[in-house]
T-cell receptor
Framework: EAEVAQSPRYKITEKSQAVAFWCDPI?????LYWYRQILGQGPELLVQ????????DSQLPKDRFSAERLKGVDSTLKIQPAELGDSAMYLC?????????????FGEGSRLTVL | GENVEQHPSTLSVQEGDSAVIKCTYS??????FPWYKQELGKGPQLIID?????GEKKDQRIAVTLNKTAKHFSLHITETQPEDSAVYFC?????????????FGQGTTLQVKP
């Protein structure tokens, strides 16, 4: 069964360092989403791609966060510099029809701890 | 924008009992309402969904009801089993198609005691 792949699963870093997360969506899924999930809360959308184009990054803290999906397939989310409040699970999801219409398929997430 | 409220935040039931989780949404244009189950250390996984043209949907022990007028929807799990223990999230759509997005509730931690 096709899955959304994410790496690394766990990342521990010190504040002010740079971190990067990678996501490979299910083949054929044009839409890709990065969510942030703080412990005990629901996922919050950071950025949404349609192929290689950003559809919505209104909730992405652009002073320190960046995201790209250069060839419209895999994607990278970067944080520089990391802050203590960035500690969270970063979830990548993809969808065949788009989140407005159907199921999101999530990866297992990348858990970030900032010391 | 869309806002989704979910209650309760925690729910503990005895094995075999029923569990009900409720959500309300704010955007009257929302038309797709999925429910996800998240097990420890994993990403959320869809368990059931409902569209706005349907009032109720059932899949074995799981059912979802939707009241568009009141803008609320509920997840019902009957004959609960220990493996149902997990965090459950409701979501509602904002926008449609490829530009739409899903807004999540805060989650409900369900514990099923043997």
């Amino acid at each position: 069964e096709a899955e959304v792949a994410q790496s690394p699963r766990y990342k521990i870093t010190e504040k002010s360092q740079a971190v990067a997360f990678w996501c490979d969506p299910i083949s054929g899924h044009a839409t890709l989403y990065w969510y942030r999930q703080i412990l005990g809360q629901g996922p919050e959308l950071l950025v949404q791609f349609q192929d290689e184009s950003v559809v919505d990054d209104s909730q992405l803290p652009k002073d320190r966060f960046s995201a790209e999906r250069l060839k419209g397939v895999d994607s990278t989310l970067k944080i520089q510099p990391a802050e203590l409040g960035d500690s969270a699970m970063y979830l990548c999801a993809s969808a065949l029809q788009g989140a407005g219409t159907g199921e999101l398929f999530f990866g297992e997430g990348s858990r970030l701890t900032v010391l | 924008g869309e806002n989704v409220e979910q209650h309760p935040s925690t729910l503990s039931v005895q094995e075999g009992d029923s569990a009900v989780i409720k959500c309300t949404y704010s955007d009257s244009a929302s038309n797709y309402f999925p429910w996800y189950k998240q097990e420890l250390g994993k990403g959320p996984q869809l368990i059931i969904d409902i569209r706005s043209n349907v009032g109720e949907k059932k899949d074995q022990r799981i059912a979802v009801t939707l009241n568009k007028t009141a803008k609320h929807f509920s997840l019902h799990i009957t004959e609960t089993q220990p493996e149902d223990s997990a965090v459950y999230f409701c979501a509602a759509t904002h926008g449609s198609g490829n530009t739409g997005k899903q807004i999540f509730g805060q989650g409900t931690t369900l514990q099923v005691k043997p």
